[in-house]
């Protein structure tokens, strides 16, 4: 990975005396802090999992909600204090399994097993004013575990779940009426666990899990449009697996993050490189176990991997892969207490956040509060783009030109939506069919990676 990508914490244009005093800054000024109050939550929070807005930018975590039932919560940081986001507690019972996302048009989706509906799987969504049932309650046919929530580059809503009634993977997706499946329900060769969904670059859907059949190793399948089919080889891992997370690098790799069983229990994450499932940095990189793993790319591109760290009274912690090792991001064990159930989740700024259910105080975000979202790394400005917000058209502005430069537009899950070759210091681009949001802009040269943001209203 490149090193010296990083997004900026503001708005263009930027004053090149504030630029210049950034650069002197230590990351040592800057660490983990609190998002708002330390355990928000009323009760305790259960199956955290952290969203942020592609529209307002703000981050949101669903939970199931000790203090109204183990029903489903949703809040929301408004910039000051955490509230709700519609009514707490507003599933029909008890559920398990949360899994948030928004639907390309800005729209929180939340999954999860229904213990009100049969233990089937419900996803519900915020229409502005209240949450409401997408589709029919516990449509899936018997109970499922690790629900992974999704959406297609067309804005249909995916849902990835361990379907014990078929006896492996299940994929579902909602065509606008009802939630039909994707190829056949229980498509792999039997029980999946630590289902994780994702999509990549060009909208296909892959799904990770723990591979019974297969020794418990890790297991990627990706739907072609017709059947569901091995990503290189099953059960590609050194050994037993736990906590399977899935993500795409920028350039379009699948990568797995998992705790590894042949690697004394410890992080390894591994990607796809067209032919074999390799190491991303050394296997069992992390101190200890790692529970409730969360893999992330960073919108400069850098694979970043949240756990309760065993090695560290089961305190959250957060690393980074730096193009050669994995470093820890600020300190190892940072949060107050026990963080169970880790989400992590990156600002449109760049910065990291990380929910869990803090288990003496109830829900808690924390984020690392620096512009210099690497260590030690030096930083790649340059780009202004105006107007800002836009509604039709930007401008690309950059004082020098990188030698054969690749301009992307990226939106907050990393897909690129626009590309192009440029050879103008100034470049007007047509932003007509993009949804409303914010977006991220990256120009790479053959040796230098300039990034700049903007929003589409």
């Not at 670059?201 to 591979?211: E, L, R």
């Not at 930083?379 to 301009?407: M, R, W």
């Not at 192009?420 to 977006?439: R, S, V």
Request: glycine share 10%; net charge negative; proline share 5%.
């Amino acid at each position: 990975m490149n090193k010296t990508l990083y997004l900026l914490f503001f708005l263009f244009p930027f004053a090149g005396v504030a630029q210049q005093d950034w650069f002197h800054h230590s990351t040592r000024q800057f660490d983990w802090q609190m998002v708002g109050e330390l355990g928000f939550s009323e009760g305790m929070a259960l199956y955290t999992s952290l969203a942020f807005s592609p529209t307002d930018g703000q981050p949101y975590v669903a939970y199931s909600d000790s203090a109204h039932s183990s029903k489903a919560t949703v809040m929301k940081f408004d910039g000051t204090t955490w509230v709700y986001v519609g009514s707490a507690g507003f599933s029909a019972g008890k559920i398990a399994y949360t899994s948030l996302a928004f639907s390309p048009s800005g729209e929180p989706y939340v999954a999860y097993t229904d213990y009100g509906s049969s233990y089937k799987a419900t996803v519900m969504k915020f229409d502005g004013i209240s949450w409401v049932n997408v589709g029919n309650a516990g449509f899936s046919a018997g109970y499922p575990q690790n629900t992974s929530l999704a959406f297609s580059l067309s804005g249909e809503p995916y849902v990835a779940y361990t379907d014990y009634v078929n006896s492996g993977a299940t994929v579902m997706k909602f065509d606008g009426s009802t939630w039909v499946n994707v190829g056949i329900a229980g498509f792999s060769a039997g029980i999946a666990l630590y289902t994780s969904l994702a999509f990549s670059p060009i909208g296909q859907p892959y799904v990770a899990y723990k591979d019974e059949v297969n020794s418990h190793r890790a297991t990627v399948m990706k739907f072609d449009g017709t059947n569901w089919i091995y990503v290189g080889n099953a059960g590609f891992s050194a050994g037993e697996v736990a906590f399977t997370r899935l993500a795409f690098s920028l350039s379009g790799e699948p990568h797995v993050a998992y705790s590894d069983y042949g690697s004394s229990f410890k992080a390894t994450v591994m990607k796809f490189d067209g032919t074999n499932w390799v190491n991303v940095g050394e296997a069992g990189f992390s101190e200890g176990f790692p529970d409730y793993a969360s893999l992330a790319f960073s919108p400069a591109g850098q694979p970043y991997l949240a756990f309760e760290d065993e090695a560290k009274s089961a305190k959250a912690t957060v690393m980074k892969f730096d193009g050669i090792n994995w470093v820890n991001v600020g300190e190892a064990g940072f949060s107050t207490g026990e963080a169970e159930w880790t989400s992590l989740a990156f600002a449109p700024n760049g910065n990291p956040y990380v929910a869990f259910g803090d288990s003496l105080n109830g829900a808690t975000v924390m984020k690392f509060d620096s512009v210099m979202t690497g260590i030690d790394e030096p930083k790649e400005f340059g780009l202004s783009v105006y107007p800002n917000p836009a509604d039709d058209h930007i401008i690309i502005g950059t004082l020098a030109l990188p030698p054969s430069s690749q301009l992307s537009i990226m939106n907050l899950y990393g897909q690129q939506l626009i590309t192009c070759q440029i050879t103008h210091i100034k470049t007007q681009i047509d932003i007509t069919n993009l949804p409303g949001g914010i977006y991220f802009i990256r120009l790479m040269g053959e040796k230098s990676i300039k990034m700049g943001k903007f929003i589409k209203r």
